[in-house]
């Protein structure tokens, strides 16, 4: 008798606690309910989750990071400036020469004249001009072409002398000192020196450049070369020995397809 009663406490016990048990239970049942539903309509009001949105975002190559603060500072005195106005067109500019040849064109749709560049030949300045010690070098480049990768790799850089028998492919022949190189098919400028055995890579976003104008800027102080691209710079450190003769070359591209070109114009060497 008093295991049966001791049987019929546990019995309310056990049914007593199942109680609060089974309502915690319902509680958060209800409460796991609430959560789905908010986070539905949240993402009905942001196009999906974090991780939805990612992975469909399309992927954009980084740019070069831009200086705050442009730091070219071009030289106060011009020491010889060169835009072919008053060239003829379909001929050599005067007070150039190259390994090959080249021709003086108009470009549709932008002013001035420009020297359409050809495959595989370099070009300098036609004087024994010598270069200040410190100076600065600006010059326009204009690309046509289908896509930007149509264009093959171009370089300019400074030489040792101002012979045009030769194209100058690197800063190791020729008598070259330093190459600055566009690759405009994997998107990369590359800097190199025969003096100071210095070789970088910087990225560049050269896919967007199949139909514009590309600006360059150099400076020269002493041992140091300064060199920035549409303002970004892409080269920044002792490229040369001291007391260096150094001339300037620029290589047009070894190649051009489906009727790209690249055409060079406004060049401006200054002193400081």
Known sequence: ???????????????????????????????????KASKKVEDMLTGGTKAATTATSPSKMALPELEETYSFVPGRTIVFASDFKNDVKGRMPKHWKSNSTGSISSVSGVPGK????????TYKIDSLLS??????????????????????????????DNSNRNHITDAY????????????????????????????????????????LLHVAISVEGENLSVYVNKTKVLDTNMFKPKTAKYFYLTAPYSYDLGSKVYFSNFVMAKN
Request: a negative charge.
């Open 131 to 160: 270069t200040p010690g410190n100076f600065t070098i600006e010059f326009d480049l204009l690309t046509r072409s289908s896509e930007a990768a149509d264009i093959g790799s171009m370089s300019f850089g400074f030489a040792r």
């Open 173 to 212: 022949n020729d008598n070259a000192i330093t190459e600055t190189e566009f690759h405009f098919h994997n998107r990369e400028i590359t800097n190199s020196s025969s003096d100071t055995r210095i070789y970088n890579t910087i990225k560049f976003p050269f896919a967007n450049y199949a139909n514009e």
């Open 114 to 121: 420009w020297l359409a560049l050809n495959e595989k030949t």
């Open 1 to 35: 008798m008093i295991s049966k009663k001791i049987s019929c406490v546990a019995l309310l016990a056990l049914l007593g606690s199942s109680v609060p048990t089974q309502a915690q239970v319902w509680k958060n049942l209800q409460k796991t309910i609430e959560d």
